[in-house]
Structures are given as C-alpha cells and as structure tokens.
C-alpha cells in the first residue's frame, strides 16, 4: 500500500470548487493524520476506498453499477487489498472485478474527486465510513463481461442526464467536473 505521506500530499493538491467536497477533502486529511490503519477495513471509525469515474472511449458516458448490497447506481470502487499499491491501483483493479471491462487507463494520477459517505450496518459489521478517492479513467471499449458476483447490473450513463436535478449528489458532481474538463 502507498505511504500514507503520499496520500496526504495527493489531498493537499487536490483542488475543487464544490464546498461539500472541500469538507470532505479536510475531513479525508484530519482522518489520515490520526489513523496509521487508514486503509483496513477493521478500522471501524471507517477506512479509505478507491473508486473508478470512467469516461466512455468518445467520452459522452460513464460507466455505473447497480450495486447489490447497496441497492444503489455507483461508479466502480471498493477497499483496498493489502497486495494494492495504490489507491488508483483499488480503484482500476475494483473497475476491472465489477465490470469485467477489458481496455481502461488511468488519465492522470491526481485525484479527480474526494467523497465521504456512510455504509450502514450488516450482519455483524457496525455502520462505518468510507473515505471515497476517485481517480479518472478512459475506457478504450465499452464491452463489458461482468460475473455480476457483487454487482446488479452496469450501464453506460450520458453524462448529460447526469448533471440533472435529482442525481445523486457525489455522482452529479463528478458529472459537472468532467463537463468542465
């Protein structure tokens, strides 16, 4: 796993206009700062995770999963394994696992947005945090070949319809970035 220094110099560059995100930026940082285990998932106050934003080869769409526990339309994403080396490293190998997309690259490895949001309680598993870092790729096809073990269903989702009112608010915000790129 990358050191957590580099992590938080990742966080100190990264810059956005949305206030909610700014919060969540300070508050990803503030958790980092007190938390040598900010990755594993027995971290209970909550752990960081990596998720993918993936823009269609012609990039109009995004690639989204309906997902199963969470009964909820997410861009590809999940915990970190001990064997990543990156949190970009989570986010590509958690795309590639949830989607079965074949051909996806990494357009820059700086942050493209920062998300904090709760998982409630499961089974034994308290609610808890996640500490969402998302990297921006391209996929170079839209052939998808999910085992669909984790996920309901994926969908290529135009951009256009997601920066409509209504939109999940960390899905629409990532929705306008990419507009404004």
């Given at each position: 796993?990358?050191?957590?220094?580099?992590?938080?110099?990742?966080?100190?560059?990264?810059?956005?206009?949305?206030p909610?995100?700014?919060?969540?930026?300070?508050?990803?940082?503030?958790?980092?700062r007190?938390?040598?285990?900010?990755?594993?998932?027995?971290?209970?106050?909550?752990?960081?995770?990596?998720?993918?934003?993936v823009?269609?080869?012609?990039?109009g769409s995004?690639?989204?999963i309906?997902?199963?526990k969470?009964?909820?339309?997410?861009?590809p994403?999940?915990?970190?394994?001990?064997?990543?080396?990156?949190?970009?490293?989570?986010?590509l190998?958690?795309?590639?696992?949830e989607?079965?997309?074949?051909?996806?690259?990494?357009?820059?490895?700086?942050?493209?947005?920062?998300?904090?949001?709760?998982i409630?309680?499961?089974?034994?598993?308290?609610?808890?945090?996640?500490?969402?870092?998302?990297?921006?790729?391209q996929?170079?096809?839209?052939?998808?070949?999910?085992d669909?073990?984790?996920?309901?269903?994926?969908?290529?989702?135009?951009?256009?319809?997601?920066?409509?009112?209504?939109?999940?608010?960390?899905?629409?915000?990532?929705?306008?970035?990419?507009?404004?790129?």
């Open positions: 796993m990358q050191p957590k220094s580099d992590l938080l110099a990742q966080l100190e560059q990264h810059q956005t206009t949305f909610e995100e700014a919060a969540f930026r300070q508050q990803v940082i503030d958790f980092l007190r938390n040598d285990a900010f990755w594993q998932r027995t971290t209970l106050e909550g752990h960081v995770t990596g998720s993918a934003w823009l269609s080869p012609d990039g995004v690639l989204l309906h997902h199963k969470l009964d909820r339309w997410l861009q994403g999940g915990h970190v394994d001990e064997t990543d080396e990156s949190v970009a490293h989570t986010a190998r958690e795309l590639l696992e989607t079965g997309l074949k051909d996806a690259h990494l357009i820059s490895p700086q942050l493209f947005d920062v998300d904090v949001h709760e409630p309680a499961r089974g034994h598993e308290p609610a808890h945090l996640h500490l969402d870092l998302r990297y921006l790729f996929a170079g096809t839209m052939e998808l070949a999910a669909f073990s984790e996920v309901n269903n994926i969908q290529w989702v135009s951009l256009a319809s997601l920066v409509a009112e209504g939109t999940e608010q960390s899905i629409r915000r990532m929705a306008m970035k990419t507009n404004s790129l």
